[in-house]
């Protein structure tokens, strides 16, 4: 079966920088959609980024510009370059994939998630 697994959070200061990854197994083509979302305490769950299986990218407003979204198909892994790092992006971050285009309807695949937390 699928299994998607976090890697690469941490703590980090204002400013700085993260890059999470996703190793992911269990595919049996590779037409899925593949993401991130983020939630915090208290909110409601984010998408971050998405990537479709031509390359294509999507980005919520909240990190364009900081966040990059890429994969390595031979690694079978995911990656979310993340810079500019402030307080708000604290949460904890999730890979996810679903089978077909981007966006999904909902995410069939997640992680357990990794934990990044940005504060001085």
């Known amino acids: 079966q699928v299994q998607l697994v976090e890697s690469g959070g941490g703590s980090v200061q204002p400013g700085g920088s993260l890059r999470l990854s996703c190793a992911a197994s269990?595919?049996?083509?590779?037409?899925?959609?593949m993401g991130w979302f983020r939630q915090a305490p208290g909110k409601e769950r984010e998408g971050v980024a998405n990537?479709?299986?031509?390359?294509?990218?999507s980005y919520a407003d909240s990190v364009k510009g900081r966040f990059t979204i890429s994969k390595d198909n031979a690694k079978k892994t995911l990656y979310l370059q993340m810079s500019s790092l402030n307080p708000e992006d604290t949460a904890m971050y999730y890979c996810?994939?679903?089978?077909?285009?981007?966006?999904?309807?909902?995410?069939?695949?997640r992680g357990q998630g990794t934990q990044v937390t940005v504060s001085s």
């Open positions: 996810a994939a679903d089978e077909g285009w981007c966006p999904p309807t909902s995410w069939t695949y």
């Open positions: 269990g595919f049996t083509d590779s037409g899925y959609c």
């Open positions: 990537i479709d299986h031509d390359g294509s990218t």
